[in-house]
């Protein structure tokens, strides 16, 4: 099930350092979309993204740069990471924005800021 | 302002019996409602969808547009139900509520 992969999987990093965590997806699928997994907060939207050069934020997107130049990635950066940051991230895709669409997810990044 | 709210955190059952995942929401509009899970060191993926009336896995949610619920019921819980759910309701983009989490005990 290769359709949308993540790497790393896991990242053990430092607060101040920049990290990008990569999502890739073959499905050619239009929008692409980065979340974060908390407890207690269950999974928020950081940023989205409709079409290759087209972004906008989420719910909680401060700290986080994304691009999407190509359709099949969607980077996404932490310029500085901080603690707070410490997280499950998940990318997904979804075709277009309808309702009978579902979205696709990645297994997960697990970053870790000391 | 636009929510969705699982009250239950965690949910514990015994096998054969009846469960239900409450999701309550607010939002303006009729958003489309889905219910995603997860299951142990598995993908998050869809469950079901309100705009298909289905039924997966013994699941069905009922939506009350008067309560602006969407909870999640099963009549005869299986140990393999075990996961981590999610309501979802889509008005322009996702939003997931915080999860309950089902554990099914044998």
């Known amino acids: 099930d290769a359709g949308i992969t993540q790497s790393p999987r896991y990242k053990i990093t430092e607060t101040g350092r920049q990290v990008t965590l990569m999502c890739h997806q073959t499905w050619s699928h239009s929008y692409m979309f980065w979340y974060r997994q908390d407890l207690g907060h269950g999974l928020r939207l950081i940023y989205y993204s409709a079409a290759a050069d087209i972004t906008d934020k989420g719910e909680v997107p401060d700290g986080y740069v994304v691009s999407r130049s190509k359709t099949e990635n969607f980077p996404l950066t932490l310029e500085s990471a901080t603690r707070s940051q410490t997280s499950v991230y998940f990318c997904?895709?979804?075709?277009?924005?309808?309702?009978?669409?579902?979205?696709?997810f990645g297994p997960g990044t697990r970053l870790t800021v000391l | 302002a636009q929510r969705v709210t699982q009250p239950e955190k965690l949910l514990s059952v015994f096998k054969g019996a009846p469960v239900e995942l409450k999701c309550n929401y607010s939002?303006?509009?009729?958003?489309?409602l889905f219910w995603y899970v997860q299951y142990s060191r598995q993908r998050l993926q869809l469950l079901l969808r309100h705009i298909s009336r289905e039924s997966i896995k013994g699941f069905t949610a009922d939506l009350n547009k008067g309560e602006t619920s969407f909870h999640l019921k099963k009549p005869f819980a299986q140990e393999e139900d075990s996961a981590m759910y999610y309501c979802?309701?889509?008005?322009?983009?996702?939003?997931f509520g915080q999860g309950t989490r089902l554990t099914i005990n044998p």
């Open positions: 939002y303006s509009g009729s958003p489309e």
């Open positions: 979802a309701p889509l008005c322009r983009k996702l939003v």
């Open positions: 997904a895709s979804g075709p277009r924005e309808s309702s009978y669409n579902e979205q696709f």
